[in-house]
């Protein structure tokens, strides 16, 4: 079964790191991209970017560009999103999602978000 | 940037049939894809490339495209049916990924 599994709720002040991860088991991690999209509270979905691990070749929204970073270890089948100071307006639901690249751009399977809240 | 536009509500009765539609201008050179959403759960899959139907999905949900419009349509539509909606495709250049703003399918 193709799965992707997300860490665990963060509780974050203004300022501080993060990184959150998103392990993927039950299919060949390399061969395909991993997504990350953000949703607000009582938002829709919104695509933050995605990256290949093979080669961690990445792209990223312009919403998103210089706000966060994607990458990826593909010894351990996992991809990260991190932020370097966090703001209150980062709280959301995050979910990573296997992609199907550039000749097909579905998202399938889903993990199970990671909550961020970022409060003083 | 480019942007997908859906109705933020539709609501059916049970066993009749609910139409989504999703308008973009770059949906002539793109695939649409479409994702059900219930409280609390992460997104599912329901539609790729326009109109084909993943492993496990009810044959009741379809996908169509006519010009820059592409239609989510469940027929039969059951109590369970009731979640948010979400098309997605890309820019004209296939870059960027973009979410239309969802829909809300009520089931009355």
Known sequence: EVQLVQSGAEV?????????????????FTTYWIGWVRQMPGKGLEWMGIIYPADSD??????FQGQVTISADKSISTAYLQWSSLKASDTAMYYC???????DKWFAPWGQGTLVTVSS | SYELTQPPSVS????????????????PKQYAYWYQQKPGQAPV?????????????????SGSRSGTTVTL????????DEADYYCQSADSSGTYVVFGGGTKLTVL
Do not use: M, W
């Open chain 1, 12 to 28: 974050k002040k203004p300022g501080e790191s993060l990184k959150i991860s998103c392990k993927g088991s039950g299919y060949s």
């Open chain 1, 58 to 63: 990445t792209r990223y929204s312009p919403s």
């Open chain 1, 97 to 103: 999602a296997r992609h199907g690249g550039n000749s």
């Open chain 2, 12 to 27: 059916v009765s049970p066993g009749q049939t609910a139409r989504i539609t999703c308008s973009g201008d770059a949906l």
């Open chain 2, 45 to 61: 899959l329901v539609i790729y490339k326009d109109y084909e139907r993943p492993s496990g999905i009810p044959e009741r949900f």
């Open chain 2, 73 to 80: 349509t469940i027929s039969g539509v059951q109590a369970e």
